[in-house]
């Protein structure tokens, strides 16, 4: 199994920036890719951003395409969301999640709270 932790979570004004980071441990062998969603009270997850290990592009929601940069570790163990210019529509918990044939894995959350 893999085990996920998030950290880096806090309040920011709108405008500013956050970076959000996940360590994982356990069989990270097992894992294609790594990725960032988040849920709002009252709303669905949704996906925020993700990459995978065997190359390409990273992908993003249209909601942060732009603002926010995922990037990871050469030993996979680690992933980061850059978060810029942040909005207030942006408050929500962020959780990380690992996958191999779907989002197999998921971390606690960390909250981002950007005020107005």
């Known amino acids: 199994q893999v085990q996920l932790v998030e950290s880096g979570g806090g309040l920011v004004e709108a405008g500013g920036s956050l970076r959000l980071s996940c360590a994982a441990s356990g069989r990270t062998s097992s894992s294609q890719g790594m990725g960032w969603f988040r849920q709002a009270p009252g709303k669905e997850r949704e996906f925020v951003a993700a990459?995978?290990?065997?190359?390409?592009?990273?992908s993003y929601a249209a909601s942060v395409k732009g603002r926010f940069t995922i990037s990871g570790d050469n030993a996979r163990n680690t992933v980061y969301l850059q978060m810029n210019s942040l909005k207030p529509e942006d408050t929500a918990t962020y959780y990380c999640?690992?996958?191999?044939?779907?989002?197999?894995?998921w971390g606690q959350g960390t909250q981002v709270t950007v005020s107005s």
């Open positions: 990459i995978s290990w065997s190359g390409g592009l990273p």
């Open positions: 999640a690992a996958r191999r044939f779907t989002w197999d894995y």
